[in-house]
């Protein structure tokens, strides 16, 4: 496992792109989960504000990790968020974007997206593997759409699940553990001083962490995982003892 701290966004999202364009550019073509939330949000501008031009689009394949069940012209819908900070700005391939569906049935849309990863990505021992898995953490240690309060979700046979928020009670799409843990390389992008005891706390990997938050059963079975964050949610990891 890495981990990242950044004094600034501008440094953070510059030094995840050097490594994105590294990795495109020893592959045809590169399958990416995208997270949702505000975090990457930020990511996404960069992107398309300082690298329209010198990244090959096309050749990337996006996904999500999960989804709100909201329509894609919702506010609430990564898929709606992606679209306006990238999606609009740069080249991709229409063909190689791959939302999943949050207007229609949950149930039904976990078990198709799960047939769709399955027929569009390499599968290790039947799950479905992604080149490279970003993630969020939210500041009760959720990551995608799995929540303290629905851990047994993590460990699901089911590549896809559905999900609930603890308190909006908005019903999500989530990727399973499975799914997260075969993916090739895993990002975490983290950041706010809120979450900053949790992150120590999942990456020394103390106060039964991987009892209480799903982000800390996050663990590659390739061993790629790079914690990227801004210097609040960091923090307690660089202030000296
Ligand atoms: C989502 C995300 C979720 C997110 C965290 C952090 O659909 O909301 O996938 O897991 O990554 O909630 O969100 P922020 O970046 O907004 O803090």
Redesign the pocket.
Request: net charge negative.
């Given at each position: 496992m890495k981990t990242k701290v950044f004094d600034n966004l501008n440094d953070l999202n510059e030094d995840f792109t050097l490594w994105l364009k590294e990795l495109l550019a020893e592959k045809e073509d590169l399958s990416i989960a995208l997270?949702?939330?505000?975090?990457?949000r930020t990511l996404f501008r960069y992107l398309a504000t300082n690298h329209a031009d010198d990244i090959d689009w096309s050749k990337i394949k996006f996904f999500w990790?999960?989804e709100?069940c909201v329509w894609p012209t919702d506010d609430d819908s990564?898929y709606k968020m992606a679209k306006e900070s990238l999606f609009d700005h740069v080249a991709v391939s229409e063909k190689n974007i791959f939302r999943i569906r949050g207007e229609n049935d949950a149930y039904k849309e976990a078990r198709s997206y799960q047939e769709l990863l399955q027929n569009e990505l390499e599968t290790v021992n039947g799950v479905p593997q992604f080149d490279v898995l970003m993630?969020?953490?939210?500041e009760d240690g959720?990551?995608?759409?799995i929540f303290p309060h629905e851990m047994n979700l993590w460990d699901s046979h089911n590549m896809c699940v559905v999900a609930t928020h603890p308190k909006t009670r908005q019903m999500?799409i989530s990727l399973s553990g499975q799914t997260i843990n075969a993916a090739k390389n895993v990002v975490f992008l983290v950041?706010?001083a809120p979450k900053d005891k949790i992150v120590k706390a999942i990456i020394e990997d103390n106060e039964n962490a991987q009892e209480k938050y799903p982000a800390a059963r996050v663990q590659p079975n390739s061993g790629n995982l790079t914690w990227y964050l801004d210097s609040y949610a960091g923090r307690e990891l660089t202030q000296k003892k």
């Amino acid at each position: 496992m890495k981990t990242k701290v950044f004094d600034n966004l501008n440094d953070l999202n510059e030094d995840f792109t050097l490594w994105l364009k590294e990795l495109l550019a020893e592959k045809e073509d590169l399958s990416i989960a995208l997270s949702g939330g505000n975090t990457p949000r930020t990511l996404f501008r960069y992107l398309a504000t300082n690298h329209a031009d010198d990244i090959d689009w096309s050749k990337i394949k996006f996904f999500w990790s999960d989804e709100r069940c909201v329509w894609p012209t919702d506010d609430d819908s990564n898929y709606k968020m992606a679209k306006e900070s990238l999606f609009d700005h740069v080249a991709v391939s229409e063909k190689n974007i791959f939302r999943i569906r949050g207007e229609n049935d949950a149930y039904k849309e976990a078990r198709s997206y799960q047939e769709l990863l399955q027929n569009e990505l390499e599968t290790v021992n039947g799950v479905p593997q992604f080149d490279v898995l970003m993630l969020g953490m939210g500041e009760d240690g959720h990551t995608a759409s799995i929540f303290p309060h629905e851990m047994n979700l993590w460990d699901s046979h089911n590549m896809c699940v559905v999900a609930t928020h603890p308190k909006t009670r908005q019903m999500r799409i989530s990727l399973s553990g499975q799914t997260i843990n075969a993916a090739k390389n895993v990002v975490f992008l983290v950041t706010g001083a809120p979450k900053d005891k949790i992150v120590k706390a999942i990456i020394e990997d103390n106060e039964n962490a991987q009892e209480k938050y799903p982000a800390a059963r996050v663990q590659p079975n390739s061993g790629n995982l790079t914690w990227y964050l801004d210097s609040y949610a960091g923090r307690e990891l660089t202030q000296k003892k």
